[in-house]
């Protein structure tokens, strides 16, 4: 598993306290890594397991060993529901099973999950196990994360002015990313936006910025604003997080080695759309972003299923960036839109101008 091979203290410690089994295999299906989860499971502890097949542990004809088959044949992030686990070593047991790829070596990651009974008891543990390990990534990204900010600040005071904005970019990302990382162990998710009046060319300006500092530094951005439109009611990190979504998969879909990936954003005025409220309409009119790349298009099969969770073409992808972007836009009492073409996407954010008071706090 890469993240064992790389040594990342923070990763095995968040690996080793998940509540569920993690098991690492190499693309011959030998396992490389189990959490303390997986030791139970297996009834073997990670120093018996560790180099030796998985078959060595389960029956060749278990219905682990053909999803794992059906996993690396069809590529990408795949799950099932309530496969049997189960050996002269182990009791059965049903289990909810995750396999998603893990580096370029051919490497697999599965996670596997109990199939419970919808029980208030267990359904407290699970949200109190995931609460402490939010509470722990927090404490371990806030430490270094302020080391990094202060350094930047430090560096500020001699930098030369050519210096400065990418400075001070590191120093507004890292204020971004602590008050994601305060939402999160607060058990605060995308569902629950603080909204205040915005300029969103302002939020769009911070994303291509930090694009251009780092997966879109070879990429043409072509930015065409609307100065006219009025600032509107959005929770600025909230937006700054769907935008920068966008203009990543964007550029992803964009690149290869013969083209220079092209991405424009834009905005403007849509007239004609209804929000729907609980009281009726709220709002008669649309801001629009749109982000549009010189890509191939999303594969047609593809389309219906692009927002879904977990769902992704991307070889090691996790399928999460445009499901959390579906899920701002519901928050915030807006839509996102898929346009597609063979001469590339173009994924369109519409958020409400006219807003009931009240409508996001």
Do not use: C, W
């Not at 502890?45 to 060993?65: C, H, K």
Request: charged residues 20%.
């Amino acid at each position: 598993m890469t993240v064992a091979q790389d040594g990342s203290a923070l990763v095995l410690r968040v690996l080793d306290a998940m509540p569920f089994a993690v098991i690492g295999l190499t693309r011959r299906e030998t396992v490389t890594f189990v959490n303390p989860a997986a030791e139970a499971l297996l009834q073997r502890s990670s120093a018996l397991v560790r180099g030796r097949p998985l078959t060595e542990l389960l029956p060749e004809d278990s219905p682990l060993m053909d999803f794992i088959t059906r996993a690396r044949r069809e590529g990408g992030v795949m799950s099932a529901r309530s496969i049997r686990i189960a050996s002269p070593h182990i009791a059965p047991v049903d289990m909810d099973v995750t396999a998603s790829p893990d580096g370029e070596d051919g490497g697999l990651v599965l996670t596997l999950m109990p199939v419970r009974q919808v029980q208030d008891e267990s359904k407290n543990a699970e949200v109190n196990a995931f609460a402490q390990i939010a509470r722990m990534l927090g404490h371990e990204v806030k430490n270094p994360l302020a080391g990094i900010v202060g350094a930047a600040q430090l560096l500020a005071r001699q930098a030369r002015d050519d210096q400065q904005a990418l400075l001070t970019l590191i120093r507004d990302e890292g204020g971004r990313i602590t008050r994601i990382v305060d939402r999160f162990t607060a058990f605060e998710t995308f569902f629950s936006p603080r909204a205040r009046i915005t300029n969103v060319h302002i939020v769009l300006d911070s994303v291509i910025d930090l694009a251009k500092a780092s997966f879109g530094a070879n990429t043409r951005f072509d930015l065409q604003y609307d100065p006219s439109l009025p600032e509107i009611e959005v929770d600025p990190d909230h937006l700054h997080e769907a935008a920068l979504n966008l203009v990543k998969n964007a550029v992803e879909a964009a690149s290869t080695p013969s083209r220079q990936a092209r991405v424009s954003i834009s905005t403007r005025y849509r007239a004609g759309f209804r929000f729907a409220g609980r009281d009726g309409p709220r709002a008669r009119g649309a801001l629009e972003i749109a982000v549009t790349d010189n890509g191939p298009g999303v594969p047609e099969q593809t389309v219906p299923r692009v927002f879904e969770p977990f769902f992704t073409t991307k070889a090691g992808g996790a399928g999460i960036g445009l499901a959390v972007v579906a899920e701002i836009m519901q928050a915030h009492g807006g839509f996102v839109v898929l346009d597609n073409s063979v001469s590339g996407a173009s994924l369109r954010l519409l958020f409400p101008i006219a807003r009931q008071k009240g409508a996001a706090k």
